[in-house]
């Protein structure tokens, strides 16, 4: 696993803890961390080799927990927490912030309340007139996801 695949992967993680509504400030620390990983010069596995962890330490943004998870991802191409959140909330909900007007809150939306977790599951609920129901998207919206949605 590459710097890019861990920096994806610690984005994804913000994204599905935003998508929970958890502590913006853990978020913001995935966020950070895998800024600076995707664009650290040397790659993690090398670090993690040679110095372990706290060779891992010495990147901004990358803390005691941090640089545990990343060892766990270069061993086994996944981490414990990763694991329990995707258990709880499916990754395909990622896929809901790739529409026009589909931001972490309206995603959040959907999957909390009307259990929408994925593009087909959307599709669904659009084609049951669903998005009426979800606050805070307003008729353009709808429609930009409807056209969206028939090109996904």
């Known amino acids: 696993m590459d710097n890019e695949d861990i920096a994806r992967r ?69 981490f414990d927490a990763w694991e329990k959140m995707t258990a709880e909330t499916p990754e395909t909900v990622l896929d809901l912030l790739e529409l026009p007007g589909v931001g972490p809150k309206t995603a959040a939306t959907l999957h909390q309340k009307f259990k929408v977790s994925s593009l087909d599951d959307l599709r669904k609920f659009v084609a049951g007139g669903g998005l009426e129901m979800v606050d805070g998207i307003g008729p353009k919206t709808a429609e930009r996801i409807k056209l969206r949605l028939a090109q996904v």
């Open 10 to 78: 610690f984005n994804r993680m913000a994204s599905l803890m935003e998508i929970r509504n958890e502590d913006p400030f853990r978020v913001r620390s995935y966020r950070m961390a895998a800024e600076a990983i995707e664009t650290w010069p040397t790659q993690m596995k090398k670090i993690a080799g040679k110095e372990g962890a706290a060779g891992l330490q010495e990147i901004p943004g990358v803390g005691k927990a941090l640089a545990g998870k990343i060892i766990e991802l270069i061993a086994r191409s996944t």
